[in-house]
Structure formats: C-alpha cells, structure tokens
C-alpha cells in the first residue's frame, strides 16, 4: 500500500511480546514500543527492513 506510513506500528515484523512490549524481528534485542508507546530504539532501521503487516 503506497499510502501506508512505514513506520514499527505498521511493519510485519514488530512483533508483541506482552504488557504492550514489541520487539523488532530483524533484532530481537531492540523493544520498539513499550507499553504500545514509541520506545528508545523506535523505527531504528529507519524503513530498511520495513515489510507490510
């Protein structure tokens, strides 16, 4: 979708891991959201590794 604004809340690959937490698949070290707010490592590959949910 042309339209859809790449970011973690919109990539396949964020993945929930409970109480709102979300890991990044290409890292699973990096929580991207924490308690489904933007967290410190948030879009950390700024888009590189971006898939459509």
Known sequence: M???EKCCDTC???TP???GDHI???DPTL???EDYLPAKDFFWCG???W???
Request: net charge negative.
């Open 2 to 4: 042309a339209n859809k």
């Open 12 to 14: 396949s690959k964020c």
């Open 17 to 19: 891991i409970g109480e």
């Open 24 to 26: 990044c698949e290409e």
């Open 31 to 33: 929580i991207v959201l």
């Open 47 to 49: 888009g590189r590794y």
């Open 51 to 53: 898939e459509e949910k």
